[in-house]
């Protein structure tokens, strides 16, 4: 039963909203479609329960040491049940190779499907699609921040076995849970310091991963890469540039994953979408926030985020584009951190399909320039919070601020329970 004055105020925008041509009631069915994968990685700060004593390397860092990580797989379940109770629409889940449950050690290169039975158990009976990614770093291997691309055969082997062991993994859980799961490839692979060749490894790169595409056929996962600027200690070079992958994505026909945390820090990232549009059929965007580097912030509901999702909408994208969030803070409390970024990524959907299109385009093509500008500003205080408002009580998740009550509830009874023997990190202030 939803109250009366979130139903006032939802038939007063729909009415606004119809006088600009638009079927809020439509648009709801639309936007509660559109998936957005969770990153499970925001539970624990990228550690993973490969091997308890694990660190996070590669050149991507969490800062913070916020009571309640999760330290195992059931543990990170049940903060993920919390907060997808918490955000409304279709969620999926996002898994890195680290989140495997085995009964002891098992090398990457030998990871199998039935390490992730669980998650897939747990993702079936919660009506959710699975995705899942390789894991090339956090292990001694990737030491030298050289994966794919390392000059050593035999290491370049171990993680090129890795990316196949993950396809398989991939490609079953796409098939159990009659939901393709992607399966994105990034590497922390570069040099620190003035390489004397960068020619070789991006050959090295090109051929470790076109071995990976050609050793799995499958209809049940597609196989993204991801492209970066820049990591921690690769601050001269990095082997899977941007320009490196989007032309391996064209060429190799694989999905490319724009991160909004991996360009220039003046770079759009949603100008991207529709450049690679013209030349991929499937995008992955990994959602995130950069502060004045590939940060990881959680994802606000800003200009950068609002402009992703109306380039996706624009485009008529919105079955070619899929949506994860990749960001990891552990400074705060890691349930409201996914709370918070899977409802601003929705909202940004939400005010992107309430945009008045035909209007839009129509002013556009007679280069009316003025009523462009005049309605895109307008549009900004348009009652969307209405819509959302009701779209939220309609699917029984708080409307507004009410969901951080039942996160304090679950830190008191649940997450400040678990204080680690040791910390993970370095302490720093709560
Ligand atoms: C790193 C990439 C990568 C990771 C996750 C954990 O810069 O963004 O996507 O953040 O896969
Ligand atoms: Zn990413």
Redesign the pocket.
Known sequence: MIEKPIQDAYQLARQRFADQGLDTDAVLAQLDAIPISL?C?QGDD?LGFENPDGQLT???QTTGNYPGRARTAPELRADLELALSLIPGRSRVNL?AIYLEADGPIERDAIQPAHFQHWIDWARRQGLGLDF?PTCFSHPKSAQNLTLSHPDAAIRRFWIDHCIACRRISEHMGRELNSPAIM?I?IPDGYKDTPADRLAPRQRLINALDEVLAAVDGRHHKVAV?G?LF?IGTESCTVGSNEFFLAYAATRKTLL?L?A??FHPTESVADKISTCLCFLDELLL?V?RPVRW?S?HVVLLDDATIAIAQEIVRSNALDRVHIGL?Y?DASINRVAAWVIGARNMRKALLMALLEPRPALTQAESEFDFTTRLALLEEEKSMPWSAVWDYYCASKTVPCGGEWLATVRRYETEVLRQRTPAKPRMPAQST
Request: net charge negative; aromatic share 14%; glycine share 18%.
């Open positions: 990153q990685w990228v590669g050149g991507i890195h990614n994105n990034w991801e970066k990591g994953c991160d945390g991996h990994h995130s590939d990881d990749d990891f």
